[in-house]
């Protein structure tokens, strides 16, 4: 899954963004309210966590913007205001929920699950494909009852595919979802990392759930198509 985290504060940003990497999150960040705009508009994100106070356009009116433009990516509103107007705006601009600091980083990464959980489909915690079983909580993958030991960034891939099984995904799709923007499209890391998976999640299986489709990219199959 893929965040915008929008905060102008450089050490609040480092530890935020930090976070998340650490629970398989791949994460861009913008520092002022135009430059989030800017990012909405050329990349696909999963989830916003948009501070309110920014400069050149405060976090109520990049929300305003994203939705009067059709954008409907869940938005987490971080605020160091405690009013409940503030609140009421906030949710009547286009925000999802609403987070006052200080908070636990504990809390911030429930209301992210939350949202995450509000897509197209209900995001289930356990997460099974054939004998696969991937726990999105604890981040602990099993197949066939035998614990498989991940990285964050082969879990996050492999989540991924498992959220899209049984749909082919190009290069670009996987780039947009599960690395930042420093990701190098000219790399091979996105065939490096589906090899790994490979050998972690089919060696010793009959039924291989990873598939190349040649000129098309990957196919993640629950085995029933």
């Given at each position: 899954?893929?965040?915008?985290?929008?905060?102008?504060?450089?050490?609040?940003?480092?530890?935020?963004?930090?976070?998340?990497?650490?629970?398989?999150?791949?994460?861009?960040?913008?520092?002022?309210?135009?430059?989030?705009?800017?990012?909405?508009?050329?990349?696909?994100?999963?989830?916003?966590?948009?501070?309110?106070?920014?400069?050149?356009?405060?976090?109520?009116?990049?929300?305003?913007?994203?939705?009067?433009?059709?954008?409907?990516?869940?938005?987490?509103?971080?605020?160091?205001?405690?009013?409940?107007?503030?609140?009421?705006?906030?949710?009547?601009?286009?925000?999802?929920?609403?987070?006052?600091?200080?908070?636990?980083?504990?809390?911030?990464?429930?209301?992210?699950?939350?949202?995450?959980?509000?897509?197209?489909?209900?995001?289930?915690?356990?997460?099974?494909?054939?004998?696969?079983?991937?726990?999105?909580?604890?981040?602990?993958?099993?197949?066939?009852?035998?614990d498989i030991q991940l990285t964050l960034k082969e879990y996050s891939l492999l989540e991924y595919f498992a959220r899209n099984v049984d749909r082919v995904l190009g290069?670009?799709?996987?780039?947009?979802?599960?690395?930042?923007?420093?990701?190098?499209?000219?790399?091979?890391?996105?065939?490096?990392?589906?090899?790994?998976?490979?050998?972690?999640?089919?060696?010793?299986?009959?039924?291989?759930?990873?598939?190349?489709?040649?000129?098309?990219?990957?196919?993640?199959?629950?085995?029933?198509?």
């Amino acid at each position: 899954m893929r965040i915008l985290l929008v905060e102008d504060e450089p050490s609040a940003a480092k530890m935020l963004a930090k976070g998340l990497r650490e629970q398989s999150y791949a994460v861009d960040v913008a520092t002022d309210g135009e430059a989030a705009l800017y990012q909405t508009r050329i990349y696909d994100y999963d989830l916003i966590v948009l501070d309110v106070m920014l400069p050149r356009k405060d976090g109520f009116e990049v929300c305003r913007e994203m939705r009067g433009l059709g954008s409907s990516v869940p938005i987490l509103m971080l605020t160091a205001r405690d009013m409940v107007d503030d609140r009421i705006t906030g949710l009547d601009s286009g925000a999802d929920d609403y987070l006052t600091k200080p908070f636990d980083f504990g809390e911030l990464l429930a209301r992210v699950r939350a949202l995450l959980r509000r897509g197209e489909a209900v995001r289930s915690e356990t997460l099974v494909i054939s004998d696969l079983e991937i726990d999105t909580r604890s981040k602990r993958v099993k197949r066939g009852g035998w614990d498989i030991q991940l990285t964050l960034k082969e879990y996050s891939l492999l989540e991924y595919f498992a959220r899209n099984v049984d749909r082919v995904l190009g290069r670009a799709e996987i780039a947009e979802h599960v690395w930042d923007e420093n990701f190098d499209i000219f790399s091979n890391l996105i065939e490096v990392y589906v090899q790994r998976l490979r050998r972690k999640i089919d060696d010793g299986h009959e039924l291989k759930l990873f598939q190349t489709r040649r000129g098309e990219g990957y196919l993640f199959t629950s085995g029933t198509t």
